[in-house]
């Protein structure tokens, strides 16, 4: 009977031996297990987090490199250049901090999409900058054509210009002067003695000229006194004045002439004021604000 029961007690505790066995190699099979799983999703987190920053540093890189090519463009990209900046914030909080691996594959989807259009529009850009460019340059060159062209013409033009300007100009010959005075009965006579001279006639020769323009003309003429005073009475017109370039030059005395592109001979007469003084005279004839003759005159 005790040997029954011993035996009992004997089965019963190998039986209870082998299960704890079975459930302790059980147990550990299926630590092990979850161990390898565990380790295998380790791995495979970690191979997608290598994968994400693989995928993020190569966005950065290309986005750094259109940076680069745009840096000299005034390009108003400061709302695409903000959202993908705090996109990559973002990212990198999610990969180093807070491990989030479904959250930060999203935001580089979206990343990735903001970068799209970002690069797109760098590139159109980047076209267009090289059309202008290259359009610059043809206008630039065409610029520089069509200067030098006009330049060759304004001096052929000036050139043609100074050589009309000098043939029409008009000459002036064989000036004489008379010293005229009125007898009580109205005659007139010439006289010597400074004196009695009341009117200077001064008369002169203008050349005929061909390329001239026929029109009606203005002779303005200087007397200028020994003591280099220009002469002037109430007999000098108020409108005696002509231009030399910018300047404003005063005349003696001046008449009108129409000119026909004939010799033509005139006189004008002048009719003094205060006594004139003995001594050489300058005189001074003007046409189209140019000096076209002189003389003198020696009063005794």
């Not at 206008?139 to 009309?164: G, H």
């Amino acid at each position: 009977m005790i040997k029954n029961k011993l035996y009992i007690l004997t089965s019963l505790l190998a039986l209870a031996i082998i299960v704890l066995s079975i459930s302790f190699y059980n147990y550990r099979e299926t630590v092990e297990i979850k161990f390898q799983e565990s380790e295998n999703l380790r791995i495979l987190k970690l191979e997608e987090e290598n994968n994400l920053r693989s995928e993020l540093d190569d966005i950065l890189e290309q986005y750094d490199n259109f940076r680069d090519e745009i840096d000299n463009l005034n390009v108003d990209l400061d709302q695409k250049q903000s959202k993908i900046n705090d996109l990559k914030a973002e990212i990198r909080d999610l990969l180093n901090t807070k491990q989030d691996l479904k959250l930060a594959r999203k935001k580089i989807g979206i990343l990735q999409k903001i970068a799209k259009k970002y690069f797109a529009q760098v590139d159109s850009l980047l076209g267009k900058t090289e059309e202008l460019y290259v359009e610059n340059i043809n206008l630039q060159n065409e610029n520089k054509s069509l200067k030098d062209k006009n330049k060759q013409q304004t001096e052929a033009i000036q050139e043609q210009t100074t050589r009309l300007d000098i043939g029409s100009t008009l000459e002036i010959k064989d000036i004489e002067v008379d010293k005229i005075k009125y007898s009580s009965n109205g005659q007139e006579r010439k006289v010597i003695r400074t004196k009695n001279i009341q009117i200077l006639r001064c008369c002169f020769t203008i050349s005929a000229n061909p390329i001239a323009k026929a029109e009606n003309k203005t002779a303005y003429i200087q007397y200028i006194s020994p003591s280099g005073k220009l002469l002037h009475s109430s007999h000098t017109p108020v409108e005696s004045t002509f231009s030399i370039a910018d300047s404003t030059v005063h005349s003696t005395i001046l008449d009108s002439f129409d000119y026909n592109n004939k010799e033509i001979e005139m006189c004008v007469d002048w009719r003094r004021g205060d006594m004139l003084e003995r001594g050489r005279y300058s005189i001074l004839i003007y046409i189209e604000e140019k000096l076209v003759g002189k003389s003198t005159l020696k009063l005794n």
